[in-house]
């Protein structure tokens, strides 16, 4: 007891040594003008990620401070065509959130910086004097007005004019860098719908065909196969819901398969082995499916006839799944095309552009590929990431 | 020699299963396999697998015959926390979908900065409950070949980091179900085999009369490998190995020698190493009060810390990823109960028949030895040898799989959660993950396996209660509140836990300082958890209540949280990206 005694009582002397070394350590000397630059380098890169999610009364609270500490003004405001949306600094007792943005300043027109000598303020005492106001502009459009106001009796110099004007296009490219986003966003839903869309006219003519061939010879067949034709529309039609369980998406590749069986028969060999403990990761819909239908129409279809294994497997925080197909195969060069979107078709491309929007880069799918080889799709993904739920 | 086959057999075993039995483990057929979720029986054992510890398997009979019956409530404590899981948690946690407690912790509560705080309490508790399971190997395999504890210590620690670092083990749950049934049938199979040769308990009036623990009708040996002192609770004598008889009066501390036999004469009454507590049969029997371990105040404070603590074990709440849904999460946990309810029968046996049979333990203070020693000293011949290998093989799949499942925890999240916070990147590409996987679990073992070193003198289920209080004391709170409380905010639950951290680990580290004080409120610094747990809820609740950063979604998140399945009911936020799509 005494031992352990001693040695908790080394590291805490030990750690209180090194805090007390780094505390005393004299600091070091910088010049004014490289301290003040670094004082505002550093406001500016805080003040990015709250601006990258837009212009709101959260985010414009957050950045108020340092975007005071920019432009070494009294106080501060943002605001959006009409409103404060927040206010920092002296006189914030009478000009709060949700006021009209007139009182501070009249609102900045789109294109040019304003700025007034004496805001008009009926609060008696207001510190408040001259105001420099400039525009937002997001895509063209005045999204919203930044406001720097100094003291009474204070001169505006060309150069807070032009502190301002630079912080206010700071802000404006950072909101700038939002809709970027949303777009991106909004391009990947359409891409979904796209896919959704685009169950392969070829799959729904040979599943028809298979279909077709076997009711006069197995009516029971047929019928079970018909159904599982219309279960598997269903469930690529079904919108409103972004992900769904792996095992929900394991599901849909079996009815898949179950159709191609009943075209290619024998000739077409499955294997599924997928660890029970990866059947709750949440997946983007349809984002295995194609991969096995690539693995199909590449691996199957042109030789007539193939082997296709899928495996799931679980890696500490990570979901493994494989999709190999021993067909025909492809040059390394070529997959990596595929991957990246040049060249072949769209459902690849597409499957991995989700997966990395969902989960980020260091996720989504890899190609290895050699003629005569076949080719192994392999997809991971977290087991598990905020916000990403099964509907 | 037997019991060395069976520890070795078990290892291989259980390193062979993890690395080639994947391909058994895994879901294998043509197609339709997706359906096979994964059963509750099997899911419950596989729980119960990576639950039961060394502090189950040696710790409670070790502190029951020490301490006598108030130790039960240990195992009952260890079984009641998965009626606290069952009735607050399980079910909503499996909806969320969330798979460790820092995913949780992050996604609930909309802040990347707590997803640190867990993952350092994550480390925190994972490292207390290494510690015993450490010792428990040290002491195991010491009673095996009689090596010295440092050995046992280091090789189940170099095994074990080897083995999650190759991915063996990788929290199969076929795997898991099998060492529980493993772990059920060496505990379960021995005793009462003794029974039956034994023809019941005998000497019952040891374990209930005012009698104190004597040698028997033959008397016994002992060797010590160090010196010891030993109080004499009555007037009693012993006889040294040059024929010398020490006679000793009633009340009065001896010391005795080391590397010589020391012989206690028949029906001669026991020394009592220091630290162990005489107690007249009546007293041991106690449930409650026999000793200063008994008190109703300790009693309660171990009740709250395994009764709340359970839900807050990173490597058992892993295993509730694997449910199909909310309601198998349910169907699992009622499971657990009943599988664990009947393994925690046994160890009462072992404690009560220590008592009675090992009397030679109290003597040398190694009473966490009982279950390994006592049906070799109990049957003598080949069949007791037969039984100890498979209680010693037991032990050892107890420590193996309970570490294992720790240190995975340990690694996933010194990898997962704090390696990417520090170098403020994530890992590109499932390679590089997995190779910090493999330092971070290469790394995680070291500080455990040091102070499992320095941590011989305590007992096994006190350093497991340890952790329990710890976690009750940080992630209860959170769980319970986070679960049904919309108002709870970051910030509430950031203070909550460090203060329910910062009471509970100061707490035990004055303690140990003190050199583990008993008797009176001083016996908390022992067992913490009934005034840290309380403090950390009031400090959420409060912090909570004045933070006006309330968390935005907090309703829909509630809704992710209860609705059960199958509703078609979605967040907001879900349902206008439906809509457009």
Redesign the interface.
């Known amino acids: 007891m005494e031992f352990l005694l001693g040695v908790l009582v080394g590291w805490a002397v030990a750690a209180s040594a090194f805090a007390a070394l780094r505390l005393l350590r004299p600091p070091r000397v910088i010049s004014g003008e490289v301290r003040a630059m670094q004082t505002s380098l550093h406001a500016a890169t805080v003040m990015l990620p709250d601006l990258r999610r837009g212009l709101s009364e959260e985010s414009a609270r957050k950045v108020l401070p340092h975007l005071r500490t920019l432009t070494q003004a009294a106080a501060v405001a943002l605001g959006d065509q009409s409103h404060i949306l927040a206010f920092e600094g002296a006189g914030h007792d009478h000009h709060q959130a949700g006021a009209e943005l007139i009182p501070v300043s009249a609102p900045a027109r789109e294109d040019r910086l304003h700025v007034e000598s004496q805001i008009h303020c009926d609060h008696p005492g207001c510190p408040l004097g001259a105001a420099v106001a400039a525009p937002l502009v997001v895509g063209g459009e005045l999204a919203g007005s930044f406001v720097a106001l100094y003291t009474r009796g204070r001169r505006i110099t060309p150069d807070d004019t032009r502190t301002v004007a630079e912080a206010a296009s700071l802000i404006s490219a950072q909101l700038e860098l939002k809709t970027v986003d949303e777009q991106a966003e909004r391009i990947a839903r359409a891409e979904l719908r796209a896919l959704r869309a685009q169950i392969s006219p070829h799959f729904i003519y040979n599943a028809l065909a298979a279909i077709a061939g076997y009711i006069h010879s197995n009516p029971e067949e047929a019928r079970e196969l018909l159904t599982e034709f219309a279960e598997f529309t269903r469930y690529a039609f079904r919108g409103q819901r972004p992900y769904v369980t792996l095992a929900d998406e394991l599901h849909y590749v079996e009815r898949y398969l179950r159709l191609e069986r009943a075209r290619f028969g024998e000739r077409l060999q499955v294997r599924l082995e997928v660890a029970p403990e990866v059947l709750q990761a949440v997946v983007p819909v349809l984002s295995v499916q194609p991969l096995v239908e690539n693995a199909v129409r590449h691996g199957v279809e042109k030789r007539g006839e193939g082997r296709i294994e899928i495996v799931g497997r679980h890696i500490d925080a990570d979901v493994e799944l494989r999709v190999t197909d021993n067909g025909v195969g492809m040059e390394p060069q070529r997959a990596r095309e595929v991957l990246a979107g040049r060249g072949g078709g769209v459902g690849i491309v597409n499957v991995q552009s989700r997966l990395q929007s969902t989960f980020g880069p260091g996720y989504g799918l890899e190609i290895e590929s050699a003629p005569e080889r076949g080719t192994t799709v392999t997809m991971t993904l977290p087991k598990f990431r905020a916000g990403v739920r099964a509907a | 020699m037997i019991a060395l086959l069976a520890v070795g057999a078990v290892t291989l075993g259980t390193l062979g299963l993890g690395t080639w039995g ?1 391909r058994f ?14 059963t509750a029986w099997w899911n419950a054992a596989a729980i119960s697998g990576e639950y039961l510890s060394a502090a189950s398997f040696l710790g409670i009979a070790g502190l029951e015959m020490q301490i006598g019956a108030s130790a039960l409530w240990q195992s009952l404590g260890f079984t009641a926390g998965y009626l606290a899981l069952l009735l607050f948690v399980a079910a909503p946690l499996r909806r969320y ?4 407690i820092p ?1 949780f912790a ?2 609930r509560l ?1 802040s990347p900065a707590i997803r640190l705080l867990a993952a350092a309490i994550v480390l925190l508790i994972g490292g207390f409950y290494l510690v015993p399971q450490l010792k428990g190997a040290g002491l195991a395999l010491n009673v095996v070949t009689g090596s010295p504890y440092w050995v046992g210590v280091a090789v189940v620690a170099v095994i074990v980091a080897i083995n999650v670092a190759i ?1 063996g083990m ?4 076929y795997v898991q179900a099998f060492q529980f049934w493993l772990k059920l049938f060496a505990i379960a199979l021995p005793v009462i085999l003794l029974l039956i040769h034994l023809g019941g308990i005998p000497e019952r009036a040891a374990l209930f009369g005012d009698q104190y623990p004597h040698a028997g009708s033959r008397g016994f040996t002992v060797r010590l490998s160090e010196p010891q002192r030993a109080q004499f609770p009555q007037a009693g004598s012993y006889v040294l190995a040059d024929g010398r008889t020490v006679r000793v009066s009633g009340g009065a501390t001896v010391r005795l020698p080391a590397g010589v036999d020391i012989r206690i004469p028949p029906f001669g009454i026991v020394p009592i190493a220091v630290g162990t507590p005489p107690l007249t049969g009546s007293r041991w029997a106690r449930a409650v009060g026999g000793t200063a371990h008994g008190s109703p105040l300790l009693v309660y404070s171990l009740l709250v810390a395994t009764f709340l603590g359970t839900m807050g074990l990173p490597h058992v709440l892993v295993r509730f ?4 849904d909310g309601h198998a999460a349910r169907r699992t946990t009622v499971r657990v109960l009943g599988l664990l309810a009947l393994f925690y029968l046994f160890p009462a046996l072992y404690g009560a028949l220590g008592r009675v049979l090992t009397p030679q333990l109290y003597t040398t203070g190694q009473t966490d030895d009982v279950v390994l020693t006592l049906p070799r000293i109990a049957w003598g011949g080949t069949p007791g040898t037969v039984l100890t290998a498979i209680t010693c093989a037991g032990a050892f799949a107890a420590f193996l799989s309970t570490s294992s499942g720790l240190l ?1 925890s340990l ?2 999240t010194l ?2 959660d704090v390696w990417p916070r520090v170098r403020r990147t ?5 390679a590089s ?2 190779r910090h ?1 493999r330092v971070a679990a290469a790394g995680a073992m070291v500080i455990p396996a040091l ?1 499992a070193l ?2 011989r ?1 305590v007992d096994i289920s006190i350093l497991v209660g340890w952790a329990f209080a710890i976690a009750a004391s940080t992630f209860c709170p959170m769980f319970l509140l986070g679960i049904w409380w919309t108002r709870l905010t970051a910030r509430g639950a950031a203070a909550g836990m460090v203060v329910g951290m910062a009471i509970s680990t100061t707490a035990i ?1 004055v303690g ?2 003190l ?1 583990e004080p008993t008797g009176g409120a001083l016996a908390l610094l022992e067992q913490p958890a009934i005034v840290s747990v309380p403090a950390a809820f009031v400090v959420m609740l409060g912090v909570s209540l004045y933070d006006p950063r309330r968390i935005p979604d907090a309703d829909a998140q509630m809704l ?1 949280l209860h609705a059960p399945e199958g509703l078609g009911l ?2 907001a936020d ?2 206008a ?5």
Not at chain 2, 97 to 100: E, N
Not at chain 2, 170 to 173: F, H, K, Q
């Open positions: 994947v483990a895994r879901t294998t057929s043509d197609l339709l396999v997706a359906s096979r979720a994964v979908g969330s798979y460790t995913d992050e996604a909309r991915g990788r929290g199969i749950t990823y694997t449910n199909p995975v690694a996933g990898s997962h994530v890992p590109a590409g499932v993950r997995r996987f102070l320095v941590a003198g580290f140990l300082a050199g992710a979605r967040l879900e349902e990206e439906g809509a457009l799509a």
